[in-house]
């Protein structure tokens, strides 16, 4: 319950020139922000002219970081649902193709909404699906994610490698090389400012790009001072054809195409072996990982635990909902942990404190922020106030968090600016936008 609206500025400070702040928390107690930055965390004494928000009993942890997700893809839920991964592609390829700069919009506006009140604050969307070479589709993104209020890591996703030369994709699905890296630096020049929205180089996987595309993504991010992405280890399927075509499976091809680094994350990270894992943990490069839609498509069992170990960063996705049909990130701590203990055969494998640390510091190491993603003085105050009314009676309230009910924010706050309050997210009508959505993608399953 709120006791005084946080009437806020766009820096992330009250309108009366006070600080915000979360009073009451069972954890880590109370939190302060000014000028969008966490400014105190434990018990804060009161100063005048502070907007205080009643937290009792509530927990806040950072603002959760999805570091892996495809927002279209909430036009295509519910499909291809006994299929593996190349199998479920080349089903959805088809109708991805039919998708509008609209239905992106639509997709992403809904995906975006329930991330945020599912206590997501910065976002990566990995978009590579571009019709006809029309990049406004990732205009269409930014403004989705404008509206919703949180943090997006556009990564502009891309293929070059059709079917006729050896790729998985339809050849009326890819874009030609040139273009697409036009359009990447188009789309930075348009888009990255470092604070809302951040450009990503993101070409999508082994089977669908060429050697070409590769280095020369590489080449243009560190140019432009961006970082990489792309879909890495997720099947065996994937492997075999690196073995087929390279002669060398897929973390060995990284060097070749000047992709080591800790500018680098990798989507998914299943199929590596301990040699692979240590000269990328060498590298500091990340690992974003999809535990639900791993299991959805049989893709296999992220080694999360001897990644961290390791010295890769680690943190958690959604992945589409064309494979997670939940679509928000608070689902995947609990199966992060769960997928953990069963790969491991050790229910201490993960505990709740680390998969929230993965959750928030993972993903925004993930994503080369390195002032978000803890309750720290001088961190960015991207904060979640999860409701803790039934979790009075457990003693572990991280435990109790993410062992308990799945649940969405009370208040989430990007850059201490409010997103959702009370329970409500401020800046798009979710039930509009969720009807709008239904009746575009109704038009796709003919």
């Given amino acids: 319950m709120t006791d005084a609206a946080p009437d806020l500025d766009h820096s992330g400070g009250a309108r ?15 939190v302060a ?7 105190a965390v434990g018990t804060v004494d009161p100063e005048p002219g502070d907007e205080v928000v009643c937290c009792d009993g509530d927990v806040v942890t950072a603002g959760l970081v ?23 592609l080349v089903t959805l390829y088809p109708v991805w193709n039919r998708m509008s700069v609209e239905d992106v919009h639509a997709a992403a506006l809904v995906g975006l909404a329930e991330l945020a009140i599912t206590g997501c604050t910065t976002a990566s969307d990995h978009h590579y699906v571009v019709p006809g070479g029309d990049d406004t589709v990732f205009d269409a993104i930014v403004e989705a994610a404008a509206a919703v209020g949180i943090r997006l890591h556009l990564s502009r996703g891309s293929m070059d490698l059709g079917e006729s030369r050896g790729g998985l994709p339809p050849d009326r699905l890819v874009e030609d090389r040139d273009a697409i890296l036009a359009s990447t630096e188009s789309v930075v020049a348009r888009h990255h400012d470092g604070d809302m929205v951040y450009v990503t180089v993101a070409p999508c996987s082994p089977f669908s790009v060429t050697t070409e595309l590769m280095v020369e993504s590489a080449e243009l991010a560190r140019r432009l001072g961006l970082r990489l992405h792309t879909h890495l280890c997720e099947t065996i399927d994937e492997q075999e054809h690196c073995l087929e075509r390279f002669g060398r499976r897929p ?11 800790d500018d680098v994350w990798l989507a998914h990270g299943i199929h590596i072996d301990d040699h692979e894992m240590g000269v990328l943990g060498a590298a500091g490069t990340g690992v974003a990982h999809c535990p639900s839609s791993n299991a959805r498509l049989a893709a296999g069992l992220c080694r999360v635990t001897d990644l961290r170990t390791a010295g890769c960063p680690v943190g958690l996705g959604v992945d589409g909902v064309a494979s997670n049909e939940v679509g928000g990130l608070f689902p995947e701590l609990r199966q992060a942990l769960y997928t953990a203990r069963i790969r491991e055969g050790r229910a201490d494998a993960l505990m709740p404190a680390d998969v929230v640390e993965i959750a928030t510091q993972g993903g925004a190491d993930c994503l080369g922020m390195a002032d978000a993603g803890s309750l720290a003085v001088g961190m960015r105050a991207d904060l979640a106030v999860w409701p803790g009314d039934d979790l009075g009676d457990v003693a572990d309230v991280l435990a109790g968090l993410v062992l308990g009910p799945d649940r969405r924010v009370r208040h989430l706050y990007v850059g201490g600016r409010p997103v959702v309050t009370d329970g409500r997210l401020l800046g798009v009508d979710l039930p509009v936008a969720r009807r709008a959505l239904a009746e575009r993608a109704r038009v796709l399953w003919d």
Avoid at 251 to 261: H, P, R, S, T, Y
């Fill in 16 to 30: 009366s020139g006070g600080r915000l702040v979360l009073r009451g928390a069972r954890h880590p107690g109370d």
């Fill in 33 to 39: 922000v000014a000028h969008g930055r966490i400014v």
């Fill in 66 to 88: 999805n570091t892996h997700h495809h927002l279209y893809q909430w036009m295509t839920r519910g499909r291809a649902t006994g299929c593996g991964l190349f199998d479920w």
């Fill in 251 to 261: 973390v060995e091809m990284l060097d070749e195409w000047g992709w080591g680094g």
